[in-house]
């Protein structure tokens, strides 16, 4: 695929997870993602380093406005809380695909339970 958008949509019901953590990081899925469609990351399940590297590769970071619609390929963050952090990607659908752990699949949904507070994109979008 030729976008990080475009490879979420592609990897949809795969297991991208770790099994050392259990298959249950979303800060996996996404960086391993990301690398494979040419981010030159390392593969993490800790979401605030995942976070920590994109800032480090010129990403910029912004809160989310109610009512605002994350632009496909955008990387999107719940807060850092260590409960119920997520992450995902958008899709070119307009879906946020992540790591759905009880499923152990990368999956795409309009609506997650996760509050997604801040969206990521190159500085150059």
């Known amino acids: 695929p030729a976008t990080a958008a475009q490879a979420a949509e592609a990897m949809a019901n795969r297991d991208l997870g770790f099994p050392s953590d259990g298959?249950?990081?979303?800060?996996?899925?996404?960086?391993?993602?990301l690398q494979a469609s040419g981010l030159d990351i390392r593969v993490t399940p800790a979401i605030p380093d995942l976070k920590h590297q994109l800032e480090e590769?010129?990403?910029?970071?912004?809160?989310?406005?109610?009512?605002?619609k994350p632009k496909p390929g955008d990387v999107i963050f719940t807060?850092?809380?260590?409960?119920?952090?997520n992450v995902g990607?958008?899709?070119?659908d307009g879906k946020i695909y992540s790591h759905n752990f009880g499923r152990k699949e990368f999956?795409?949904?309009?609506?997650?339970?996760?509050?997604?507070t801040t969206v990521m994109r190159p500085s150059d979008s």
């Open 23 to 33: 298959n249950k990081s979303s800060g996996t899925a996404v960086s391993r993602l």
């Open 57 to 68: 590769k010129g990403f910029k970071a912004s809160e989310l406005q109610p009512g605002e």
């Open 79 to 85: 807060s850092m809380d260590p409960v119920g952090r």
């Open 89 to 92: 990607i958008v899709g070119d």
């Open 107 to 116: 999956v795409g949904q309009e609506k997650w339970t996760s509050k997604f």
